[in-house]
């Protein structure tokens, strides 16, 4: 069984430019959530997709942005980065309808912005 | 909408000792509730979880956790602790909007250390 991995693991930007970001679901999930974690703070959800859509999203600006493909990859794309987009960002997988809502993390990719 | 307490930001225990971690939720019906286990630079393992039934729930490395619904509690605990538990600990719930339950609201962790 595969895990859930991410891409690039490390990535430094400059204020205002653009940034996607990648997750590989663990095998069978089809639900991909992405999470936003300050340092020494727990992470914040940003959104989820199912069905290639979004399923919900929490207290986030449109220039976060997000898509899932046929085989329940994603990206997670932000714009106009700001610094205080400096984070790490952590993708997540599940199996929607198992009843469990069990979800499953990646490593994580740590964006700076400078 | 749903939150997540977590009391205590660090916490000291000698090898050996007991532990309990504690989180708060506040969530009206019966919540979704989870804990993760995060090492540096990591990210976040599933310790164990809780959707219905009994209240104590075992988990992996050791952990078991109790749901109390009168006082609104998720504590983890484990008989007795090793060098390797030392981490950050995350309670979380899950978070419902109008679709459904979605994401996961954290709590802002609490960090481990693991005195010899």
């Known amino acids: 069984e595969t895990g859930v991995t991410q891409s690039p693991t490390h990535l430094i930007k400059t204020r205002g430019q653009q940034v996607t970001l990648r997750c590989s679901s663990q095998s069978g999930h089809n639900t991909v959530s992405w999470y936003q974690q300050a340092l020494g703070q727990g992470p914040q959800f940003i959104f989820q997709y199912y069905r290639e859509e979004e399923n919900g999203r929490g207290n986030f600006p449109p220039r976060f942005s997000g898509l899932q493909f046929p085989n329940y990859s994603s990206e997670l794309n932000v714009n106009a980065l700001e610094l205080d987009d400096s984070a790490l960002y952590l993708c997540?997988?599940?199996?929607?309808?198992?009843?469990?809502?069990?979800?499953?993390f990646g490593p994580g990719t740590r964006l700076t912005v400078t | 909408a749903q939150s997540v307490t977590q009391p205590d930001i660090h916490i000291t225990v000698s090898e050996g000792a007991s532990l309990e971690l504690r989180c708060n939720y506040s969530y009206g019906a019966t919540p979704y509730l989870f804990w993760y286990v995060q090492s540096p630079g990591q990210g976040l393992q599933l310790l164990l979880k809780y959707f219905s039934g009994d209240t104590l729930v075992q988990g992996i490395k050791g952990f078991e956790a109790e749901f109390k619904r009168s006082q609104s509690s998720f504590n983890l605990r484990k008989p007795s602790v090793h060098w390797s538990d030392a981490a950050e600990y995350f309670c979380?719930?899950?978070?419902?909007?109008?679709?459904?339950?979605?994401?996961?609201?954290f709590g802002k962790g609490t960090h481990l250390i693991i005195q010899p």
């Open positions: 997540a997988s599940s199996l929607a309808g198992q009843g469990s809502y069990e979800q499953y």
């Open positions: 979380a719930v899950a978070r419902y909007s109008g679709g459904g339950a979605d994401g996961l609201t």
